[in-house]
């Protein structure tokens, strides 16, 4: 109990340090992102500030695993270290997409090959699909969480939430630690990043949380596979659900979705009015409550699906439909002079 209470408070801490030392010093090296036409930001800002929450979440995991309290294989590691690095490099290189993919794709392969074998509950799930299917969810996860990591706090702030989710779901202690240490980094690195940032998360923190949560139903051994898989969607929803909505969108209408775009849910938000703070603060809001009703679930010792389920798309068509209206109340009131 004391290491559960103590390692979040030091990892908040050392995120907050790292991340104000870090700040000066990528304006001084000039990695900064510069706003384009796509952009939801206005002035030049330094990126991959999400390194302080690599660099402490890291720290922090090869404690647990000096102490025997890490859940992880030696694979993990090397995924993860593949993944911050391959992260970095694209905050100051700006790496092609292939070459990111790859990297995506080799450390799913690195985590499905090398986790233990999974326990599943309500379904089961043959080889030949359960492969394919594991190494999408994390590669696709990995790539969701990036691309939602577009206007100040949101990443950190849906961090934070499924971070704390994730400790009340679960009984097993090394993923109860490394979910209030992910939680507890994020915050100690969203005074930075909330509007207006002085500091981007970049590739490198929007990667490597995104691969983070992809990568723990591998490593939860209390519950089956199958339902850390649903509970695990469940806690990162509405950034799941706005990515493959906003990804599919675009796919029926024959759009490079690999190309920079503003068409994701909390972008439309932005454009028809929403300040960055709103969004995060309504967007939260929701997965809060989705995340109740989840640990009221948990808590009574079963996990109702179908509440759950219900649950969460209401609260995606919430804010579908708020974003619906805000564009028809702007496009109703016509352009001011």
């Not at 849910?265 to 300040?275: E, F, K, T, V």
Request: proline residues 5%.
């Amino acid at each position: 109990m004391t290491l559960l209470v103590l390692a979040p408070i030091v990892a908040g801490v050392l995120s907050f340090v790292l991340t104000q030392r870090l700040t000066p010093l990528l304006r001084q090296r000039g990695q900064l992102d510069v706003p384009g036409i796509r952009s939801s930001h206005r002035h030049p800002t330094p990126r991959g500030g999400g390194a302080a929450i690599v660099l402490t979440i890291a720290i922090a995991i090869g404690i647990l695993h000096a102490t025997g309290y890490s859940p992880f294989t030696a694979g993990f590691y090397i995924a993860a270290a593949l993944i911050a690095v391959c992260g970095w490099l694209d905050d100051v290189y700006d790496m092609s997409p292939v070459i990111r993919l790859s990297v995506h794709l080799i450390a799913g392969i690195l985590v499905v090959a090398t986790a233990p074998e999974p326990v599943f509950g309500i379904m089961t799930c043959p080889s030949w699909l359960w492969y394919p299917a594991a190494l999408l969810w994390i590669v696709a996860l990995i790539n969701i969480y990036n691309f939602l990591d577009g206007i100040d706090g949101y990443a950190a702030v849906q961090a934070i939430v499924a971070g704390v989710g994730i400790w009340i779901c679960y009984s097993d202690p090394g993923i109860r630690l490394v979910a209030a240490i992910t939680a507890a980094a994020s915050i100690g690195f969203l005074p930075f990043n909330w509007h207006p940032a002085k500091v981007f998360m970049g590739d490198t923190g929007s990667t490597s949380l995104g691969f983070l949560f992809a990568a723990l139903p591998f490593y939860i051994r209390s519950t089956p596979f199958d339902v850390s898989i649903f509970l695990t969607t469940a806690l990162l929803w509405l950034f799941l659900a706005d990515g493959t909505y906003t990804i599919g969108r675009r796919v029926l209408r024959l759009e490079k979705i690999w190309e920079p775009h503003r068409s994701h849910l909390y972008q439309r938000l932005n454009i028809a009015g929403w300040s960055h703070s709103r969004i995060v603060v309504f967007v939260a809001t929701l997965q809060v409550a989705l995340v109740a009703a989840i640990t009221a679930c948990v808590r009574r010792g079963s996990v109702l699906y179908l509440g759950i389920a219900i649950t969460a798309v209401l609260c995606f068509l919430i804010m579908l439909l708020a974003a619906r209206r805000l564009e028809a109340g702007r496009h109703d009131a016509g352009p001011t002079g």
